[in-house]
DNA sequence: GTTTGTGCGG
DNA sequence: TTCACACCATCGG
DNA sequence: GATGGTGTGTCTCCGCACAAACAT
């Protein structure tokens, strides 16, 4: 008998989430945009170009129907639809509709498409219908045997099919000005802005008016300035106002200043939307080739801010690193060379390796080691360091070498997840939880609630944040220090960590919070967790989390064991990560341990071996 | 007829 | 807009 | 053992309709 699924991951309750079930105006959507709207005309006045404000005034002007047919076609993933498969009953007349927004630039109505744009637009029944009738027409072609089989081939091939029946539209004129973007040309748009390489000038244009009436969204390259501007990213979308007014997501009612932004002139706005964009269009980095690389690295933006330099260096490490599998590696070393984040250094480390450059290499080492900008950085340069000396039979200690202890189970396999079958196995003296980061990111977050949603200035700026602006920002400690002191002052009083971290538990109960995820805290275990565990222990790793929130919210040991009898040395807690036959331990849980050993907090590394049957259970 | 995946909508 | 973790293939000491 | 590449489950929801591929 099958359990009623039952997840492989840390352990979770049951989702009792309370849903409102609120009934939205049937114009929700239209709503909703304008709110956005007039949000960012009032907020970034400053910031907007005159063709952005007369796209919001435009629209504004606009009748009800043309209002939200345009939305509604604005949400959905792609930008050509047949206007005869549409179905908005709320709108009324969609062709009237459609007509008027035509008529204000909103719409296309009956562009030319690309044959690639054309064929999506039809299914695979119509494709078939399309092909038999164009054989029809021109009976007597040598093609016929194959009209039989249509049914069997893939949509692929049918488009291909169809696609060769379409005779182009050979003026040049009506191309330029039908305008239309086909979303999935991506690519060739990017070989295209090279003038070394073939543009897109040749491809065929089809005029399919006659099959079908056709709508292509227009202008909506400025509602995504809106969106960015309110947002301040373009991965949010208007899904988000549903999701919070149906209850399905909570925000933490935080104070939004008008003053606060995430722009504040008009260059990093515009440095933002390019970044999105072209990261947009090079999606599949490790399919590009050097030229590619080198034309859109070009492209990118200066920095303006933390958030874009972080952005833009993440993009430049993954071109770096596609130039190094194309064993271009001056052009690799160049980009490497314009990032000041990791593992930017690194790999150039380990280019000079591969190049069997020991010298440099060793040199590199010791020049990042003098200024590295994390824990986790030091850790690989070091264990670099130390393998390059081996070679070259320098004397290097690795500072971050560590074993930590070994413990060894070996289970019958009943075909759990390996940790949930060595949780059952510690269960033998003890309770014990697989929770991974869950339970301790999530005390840290209910214990520095306030600290991590106090209104400092530009932090939040529009009601959809599960965080401050900054949390995974190094400045994050520093521009709040004052809070985080009086927080830990507050929390060495005995009792204080319980007290507040029920608080807020009881208080923000699913209200989201960027180190709580509330279905893996249950209140037994929090409980437990928070009397089981000294306070000087929370708070020590409290301020590990405080240095760098990114990368030390990862790599906490999956499981957390309350033993029933306390050990020999007083230990009523310790923390096991499991590791399955064939897998070893990462980066960031060696560093956790070893923070682990210098705090004396118990910890081990259970390694799990499957026994067939005969003597499970020993260590 | 099934299953599977996607996109939409609230 | 992922991310964190596990798994696997490969290679060299 | 180290490394790089890949896969998995999960993430901010979840039911539904539709289309396509497959036939357990
Ligand atoms: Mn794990
Ligand atoms: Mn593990």
Redesign the pocket.
Known sequence: MKQAVQ???PQRMQ?N?VQNNQ??PVD??LINFQQLIHFVLEAYDDLLSADEKSFAGDFLALSAPARMLYV?LL????NAFRLDKLQ?SEIGNLNDASAELESAGFVILNPLFSVDQASRLF???ELIQHIQSHAEFSRGSPESPRISGLKQL???ELENIWQSMQSPVTDVLKKSESGVRDQALDQAWLRSIDPQQENLCGTALVDISKIATTVVVNRSEHFDVFRLCFFG?L??DM?DF??RD?G??RYESYVIDQNNRPFETRKQLIAHLDYFRI?AVVSGV?ELTTNDILVVEALLPESTDNHLER?LDRLRIAFA?QLE?LDEFEHAEKLYNKCTRAPARERRV?MLMKQEQWQSAFALCQDVLNCVVSDEEAQILS??AA?IARKCDIPFADPWAYKPPLEHAKLINAGDS??QQAAEHYRQCGSCFYT??TLIDGVFGLAFWDVIFAPVRGAFFNPFQ?GPADFHQLEFSLLRRDLIDEKFHQLEQPGELKRQVDLFFQQKQGIVNPMV?W?YLSEELLQLAIDRIPVVDWLAIFRRFLLDT?SN????P?LIVFPDKPSMDGCRYRLVE?K?P???L?K??IRWMRFFAEQGIDHAVCHVSWSDEKSPDHE
């Not at 949400?75 to 792609?78: I, L």
């Not at 919210?553 to 906490?556: A, I, V």
């Open positions: 997840s492989d991951k989702s989430a009934e939205l929700y959507y509604r949400c959905r993933k792609h908005y299914t695979k029944p893939k949509r692929d990213n991965y949010q899904t549903v999701l149906l399905l997501m990261s490790n952005r690193r599998r380990r264990g670099l393998r390996v940790e991974e980061n599960v995820n279905r990114r919210r990862s790599g906490l999956d499991v399955g064939g897998d070893s990462q960031n849980q």
